[in-house]
Each structure stands twice: as C-alpha cells, then as structure tokens.
C-alpha cells in the first residue's frame, strides 16, 4: 500500500511502514505491527513497542501484522 502527496510518501510494506517527507528524508521507519487488547478492543501499541511485546503477552493482548 502507498500514499503520495507533493510532501509526505507513506509506504506500507509487510515488514515495515516508512513515512518520506521532502527535504528530510524517511521520518519514519517502524514494524507493520499492532498490539490490540481482545477484551476492550483498543489499540495498546504500535510499530517497535507492539514488535517488543511478542510473546510476552496474556492471552487478551494479541499483537498482528496490519
């Protein structure tokens, strides 16, 4: 998945998500990864924090590729 503008590229592959911004270069280069809690169904992480909770997590805390 890509999205362009004229100042920002996102690029969503299946390891990594990158955010490129005109003139500065990748300002963003985190896992394609989501740690979301089954019982209430809210997002607990995102990118390296969500990556670093594999397989330490109780059972309602599941981390998923997008």
């Known amino acids: 998945m ?3 503008s004229s100042d920002l590229d996102l690029i ?4 990594n998500t990158l955010v490129y911004a005109k003139g500065r270069g ?7 990864i989501v740690a979301i809690n089954k019982v ?7 990118g390296t924090d969500a990556k670093e909770m594999l397989g330490r997590t109780p ?3 599941w981390p998923s590729a997008r």
Request: charged letters at 20%.
């Open 2 to 4: 890509s999205f362009r």
């Open 12 to 15: 969503s592959e299946p390891a």
């Open 26 to 32: 990748v300002v963003i280069d985190e896992p394609s």
């Open 40 to 46: 209430n169904n809210s997002v607990e992480a995102v």
């Open 59 to 61: 059972i309602n805390m």
